[in-house]
């Protein structure tokens, strides 16, 4: 399995452009969710899913959007870049059937915008 | 909405000692999951040790254990016996156990981590 896997690890984008991070895990996990992190505030939560076909907003979902239309995929869309987008972003999948399920993390992306 | 407390910002240790890392959060829920992860350098999030709100007994993983508080709402991490490799940011983490369907919809809301540095 190669578990859950994020491309590109880097980017840096112009104020205002688009772009999508793409993620995707191959254990068959139903949950997966966006976080990012940003210096002294730990992770926070963007978008999640529960399952494919289902989505809801997390903690900071300005600026983002997300689908889900399979069980596998999950990508993440900036509609405008903005400086403040600035971070390092973290999927992460788990199966939805038990409590302490690990959280798988992907490596992140960081992502850099001017 | 819960929140996660880590209120030390960096904390140090000896190779070979014991260091405890400390967490606090609040809730009006009675059931949940509490959770520590370790983020090395290469920024990859790494679970160490996980509890269930409704067990009484810390959890224990080898040189990592916990001690779960819930009355106090806290939950610190002991490392004993540091190693080098020990060394990264540390993060405290909850979440609710709520499901409706068969279904999980809990969130992981994480608190602002904690520097652990080694010394040889």
């Known amino acids: 399995n190669a578990g859950v896997t994020q491309t590109p690890k880097f980017q840096v984008l112009k104020t205002g452009q688009s772009m999508t991070l793409q993620c995707a895990q191959d254990?068959?996990?139903?949950?997966m969710s966006w976080y990012r992190q940003d210096p002294g505030m730990g992770l926070r939560l963007i978008h999640y899913?529960?399952?494919?076909?289902?989505?809801d907003q997390g903690e900071v979902p300005n600026g983002y959007n997300v689908s889900r239309s399979t069980t596998e995929d999950f990508p993440l869309r900036l509609l405008s870049a903005a400086p403040s987008q600035t971070s390092v972003y973290f999927c992460?999948?788990?199966?939805?059937?038990?409590?302490?399920?690990?959280?798988?993390f992907g490596p992140g992306t960081r992502l850099t915008v001017l | 909405a819960q929140t996660v407390t880590q209120s030390q910002p960096e904390m140090s240790v000896q190779e070979a000692e014991t260091v405890t890392l400390s967490c606090t959060y609040d809730?009006?829920?009675?059931?949940?999951?509490l959770f520590w992860y370790k983020q090395p350098p290469s920024r990859q999030m790494i679970l160490v040790i996980r509890?269930?709100?409704?067990?009484?007994q810390n959890a224990t993983e080898n040189r990592f254990s916990v001690n779960f508080q819930k009355a106090a709402k806290s939950f610190s991490l002991k490392i004993s016996d540091s190693q080098l490799g020990d060394a990264a940011m540390y993060f405290c983490?909850?979440?609710?156990?709520?499901?409706?369907?068969?279904?999980?919809?809990?969130?992981?809301?994480f608190g602002q981590g904690t520097i652990l540095t080694v010394h040889p």
């Open positions: 899913s529960v399952g494919a076909g289902i989505t």
């Open positions: 509890q269930e709100a409704y067990k009484q």
């Open positions: 809730t009006s829920e009675s059931d949940y999951y």
């Open positions: 254990m068959n996990h139903e949950y």
């Open positions: 983490a909850y979440r609710s156990a709520v499901w409706a369907g068969g279904t999980s919809y809990g969130k992981l809301t």
């Open positions: 992460a999948s788990r199966i939805n059937r038990g409590g302490t399920d690990t959280q798988y």
